[in-house]
């Protein structure tokens, strides 16, 4: 089973941009639909954008068009773009990997504040 560690969070302002990674470690990476959940304070964990082994993706309304979700299999990662960032994209972003028939992966969870 993959391990999952996030980086790339922090604070920007509203309109500008981040760019998160997760780095996986064991298991095959390959196989599994990598995706990226946010939770913020009081709400429950939401999916943000999702990638399948082939490349297909898939974004939660709010970020279409401004966030980009992608994969590199052969340095086993996935990233999420994100721009024109909002007040209300705050929140603690998790990477997730799963897969039908394992029990689903999380990473620990980067911060991401969007404030002036």
């Known amino acids: 089973q993959v391990q999952l560690v996030e980086s790339g969070g922090g604070l920007v302002q509203p309109g500008g941009s981040l760019r998160l990674s997760c780095a996986a470690s064991g298991g095959i990476f390959s196989i599994y639909v990598m995706g990226w959940y946010r939770q913020a304070p009081g709400t429950q964990r939401e999916l943000v954008a999702r990638?399948?082994?082939?490349?297909?993706?898939n974004y939660a309304d709010p970020v279409k068009g401004r966030f980009t979700i992608s994969r590199d299999n052969a340095k086993k990662t996935v990233s999420l773009q994100m721009n024109s960032l909002k007040p209300e994209d705050t929140a603690v972003y998790y990477c997730?990997?799963?897969?039908?028939?394992?029990?689903?992966?999380w990473g620990q969870g980067t911060q991401v504040t969007v404030s002036s």
């Open positions: 997730n990997a799963a897969k039908v028939g394992i029990t689903p992966t």
């Open positions: 990638i399948t082994p082939g490349g297909s993706v």
